[in-house]
């Protein structure tokens, strides 16, 4: 079982920039991994993902080329790289981990989650 523990929120201006990490324990990271985030009254949605190897990503469309997601399996980490942050990506940030390889957007094929760290973008 592993364990995550997201970190790197924060209160930022609108244009500003910050960088999310998502440390893990209980074993080494090497599946597919996930970014979602979720705002007062809204379901929880999809950021980003990348594959086991960090070879492979995939983004929605709203942080598309704002958005960086990576990871230093080394470390155990998963990063979140996020910059241009608009008043709407305000929310709560997690990271999760599935027990598979294949990169997917849908919350419930993640078994893993962090507890959530803040990001709030201000004009």
Known sequence: QVQLVGSGGGLVQAGGSLRLSCAASGRTLSYAMGWFRQAPGKEREFVAAISGNGG????????????????????????????????????????????????????????????????????
Do not use: H
């Open 56 to 123: 492979s990503t995939l983004y929605a469309n709203s942080v598309k080329d704002r958005f960086t997601i990576s990871r230093d399996n080394a470390k155990n980490t998963l990063y979140l790289q996020m910059n241009d942050l608009k008043p709407e990506d305000t929310a709560l940030y997690y990271c999760a981990e599935r027990s598979r390889f294949a990169l997917v957007r849908n919350p419930v094929e993640y078994d893993y989650w962090g507890q959530g760290t803040q990001v709030t973008v201000s004009l």
